[in-house]
């Protein structure tokens, strides 16, 4: 029956190429010419820090047709401007209703960059980075596309000449090199959207795997890594009962993609642009490669075992042999053909080699989740177990008479599926299921119509998403976890997500105690079902200070929506070995020496706190609560000749207890809500932020305690154009319970009082007050960063207190800088702080509130 349904077919592609070969205008004129010139007028430490890529093949002249639309294919004229985002393009219209694309083959990448970097040297940064495409790569296509009997198109590029049917699109496309191909050399075709729409609709229709496979091989032969969506048509075929879907790819523009440049191998790590695989390399990681076509290939290769998928893939590789693949590469026009083919064979060769194990590689990766979807007809969905320890899946239409003819089925290897997830849709659908030994997780998504479900043998792997008042019948739907609600996002398809990312960052910062900071951030991420953009996120960092040579490690877990609407946190901060902290004693007026060297107040001691919680969050608030763990240790030895070994200078309730080890648990709640309208230059709106914190001691030494903080901000702007922007913070804390002199409401440093050393002042209670202007004086010079830049002032006011001590005294910082903003994505702030106790240099990346 298959055969029958691919005789059509198979006539269709043979009539299709003859057509193709018979249709080939004839471009009577050439010119020698040069693409871009200025690819090549760098210099050799540019070409270190952004690669060689091909700028020869920009800057030497090479044989090209003319191309002049009103005598080509009988006259070509413009429906409309074209859609792409980097070139610029037209359609056009033939005298036989042919619909045609040109597009230039010179790129303007900056529309990709935020509007207030369009004008900067970036521009010129990734204007250059295009010289990584090969202008004329899309040549060698159709010889290789035609070896495999897969749908292609056939480009040609040329100079575009001054016509008169380019109209007012004349300035744009006169005198300049483009790519001319018909939009639809096969027939009128669909996007991807509608297709995936129409095989939604009805379960007659269907695409061609094998096809989009051997496509897929050819993108990683070819090294074209950017096969989105949107780089697809979808051709309709008839056969005995609704269409077969045949794929066209369009958009060659990266095949040979290179990427020899320092910049661009840092962003190609897996933190940043790991799709993007230099041809020169090799594939570096495959499952990466084909990222961008990872919807189209989890639902369309979802029927295909793997014996199937490696005869596709060995089949590929034994069409395209050497002399194959040389016929393609001549293609390309001289001098760049001399230029590069031994290198490009080589590395194809290397590819064509290499294919088998790579894409074995991507099927067990893409294979770990599988995506069905059923359509909106009526069907039946039976899973149950088979002897060889697999699970069979089969899919039956159901007509009047039942489950009649079969149109999926799939054995599901455990060892390589680790989960199923079966979208119903619309229609009458029955779904039963006999899998006692099931080792995979089975997601059922219904939908509207009449479902059946009947679970006879099982464990507690299924889930089923449908609407409130669906029952299971069968033995053991007990088992069967329920997520019933009749929200249409209940039912909705998701794409599968199993990326996992990971990068890591620098951390640096100056101040007067802790000097240089110097550290790293890492930061990994990974997917989930229905978890946007992520599963979970794990985020480590490690801090040296240059000045005391402490190390601070930080750690910090969010698992999102697992107990409904709210995330599982887990935080840890080490603080040692080697912890340093300021401690000028207890009270609102301990002295501080200047002809003391700073280390004589820096206490020493090992800090660790472990806090898990769960936290739920929307734009504008957040609300966490947990557990909370704390243990100090003291480093006697340390802090021999320093203020804190001296008790009678410390004035801290735990001043006869402070060499001890103290152990504490207890619980802790936050609330933050906030109206800002921006979290780099906000210039309007409100901040309220309120912790409590309940620590209960677990030794001899460590007393019970309760403390709550909370602080206010508001931000103003002065005049209609956000010239002048005011912000006001009001902040304090209070204790109840004797604190250790570690756990002490502190106030000293940016955070809070500006002008003086970080935690000068420590108290059981405390209170603070923040005003800054800022002054925006405009924009920077284009070229370097559009953005603006500012002058802020501030001034700090606060206090704390101490049990048993008398103080009126108030403590006041002043302050000024410049701040700049790169087109409001971030800001740099220098500052010059000062105060009776001195002056006080502070470089940040961040507002204090």
Known sequence: MKQKILIPFVLVVISALNLSAQEREVYRDSVWISILPKYDSVSKIHRLIFGENYRKEYSLKAKLPILRLSEIWGGLKILQVGGGNQSKSLRLIDPKGNEWTMRSIEKYPEVLLPKGLQETFLRDIIKDNMSAQHPFSALIVPTLAREINVAHSEPTIGVVLADKNLGKYAADFENTIALLEKRDPWGKSDNTAKMHRKLTEDNDNSV???????????????????????????????????????????????????????????????????????????????????????????????????????????????????????????????????????????????????????????????????????????????????????????????????????????????????????????????????????????????????????????????????????????????????????????????????????????????????????????????????????????????????????????????????????????????????????????????????????????????????????????????????????????????????????????????????????????????YQYHTKDGLVLPSKGIHLDVKMNAYKGLNSQSKSLMQITSSFSIYKTIDNKGILVISNRIGGGTTFGKPAFFQSQFLGGQNNLSGYRFYRFAGEHSIYNNIEIRLRLGSLTKHIFAGEVGLSGLYDVGRVWLRNEKSDTLHHGFGGGIYISPAAMAVIRLNANFSREGFFPVFSMAWRY
């Open 208 to 670: 061609d795997a094998e096809a989009l496979l051997k496509l897929k091989c050819l993108d990683v032969l070819i090294g074209d890594w950017d096969r989105h969506d949107d780089q697809w048509r979808w051709l309709p075929v008839n056969k005995d009962k609704g269409y077969k879907y045949i794929p066209i790819p369009r958009d060659r523009d990266q095949v040979f993609f290179s990427s020899e440049g320092k910049i661009q191998r840092i962003l190609q790590s897996s933190w940043s642009l790991p799709m993007m695989q230099g041809f020169e390399r090799g594939i570096r990681n495959i499952n990466w490669f084909l990222w961008e076509g990872r919807e189209i290939n989890s639902r369309w290769f979802n029927e295909m075992d793997f014996p199937k998928w490696d005869e596709v893939v060995r089949n590929f590789c034994s069409k395209m042999s050497d002399s194959v693949l040389s016929q393609a590469l001549k293609k390309l026009p001289e001098p760049g053909y001399s230029l590069r083919q031994k290198k490009l064979l080589a590395e194809l060769q290397s590819r064509r080699s290499r294919l088998p194990e790579l894409m074995a590689e991507y099927y067990r990766f893409f294979n770990k989740i599988i995506d069905v979807e059923l359509t909106d007809k009526n069907e039946f969905v039976n899973i149950r177990d088979t002897t060889n320890g697999k699970t069979a899946l089969f899919i039956r239409k159901i007509g009047g008479s039942g489950a009649t003819e079969l149109i999926f089925s799939r054995l599901l290897d455990p060892e390589i599926t680790k989960e199923l997830r079966i979208y119903l849709h619309k229609g009458n659908d029955k779904v039963v299921i006999n899998s006692g030994n099931l080792r995979i997780k089975i997601r059922i998504i219904g939908g509207y119509g009449e479902k059946s479900y009947a679970v006879n043998q099982s464990s507690r792997n299924i889930r089923l998403y449908d609407i409130e008042g669906r029952k299971i019948l069968g033995s053991d739907a007990e088992k069967v976890i329920l997520k019933l609600n009749s929200d249409s996002s209940n039912l909705s398809y998701h794409p599968k997500e199993i990326y996992a990312r990971h990068y890591v960052s620098p951390n640096f910062g100056f101040n007067n105690d802790d000097g240089i900071g110097l550290g790293l951030t890492a930061k990994f991420t990974a997917p989930g079902f229905r978890k946007k953009p992520y599963h979970n996120i794990q985020t480590v960092s490690l801090l040296y200070s240059a000045a005391t040579g402490a190390f601070r490690v930080a750690y910090r877990g969010e698992w999102f929506n697992v107990l409904g609407s709210a995330a599982i946190t887990v935080g840890l901060k080490m603080h040692g070995p080697s912890n340093a902290q300021n401690f000028f004693g207890s009270g609102n007026q301990t002295p501080y020496d200047r002809n003391m060297p700073i280390t004589y107040y820096r206490a020493r001691f090992d800090f660790y706190e472990f806090n898990p919680g769960l936290k739920w969050s929307d734009k504008s608030y957040e609300v966490s609560m947990g557990l909370v763990m704390q243990h100090y240790r003291y480093q006697e030895k340390e802090n021999q000749g320093r203020l804190i070994s001296y008790p009678e200078l410390r004035h801290s309730s735990d001043s006869l207890e402070l060499e001890t080890g103290k152990t504490y648990g207890g619980l802790n709640f936050s």
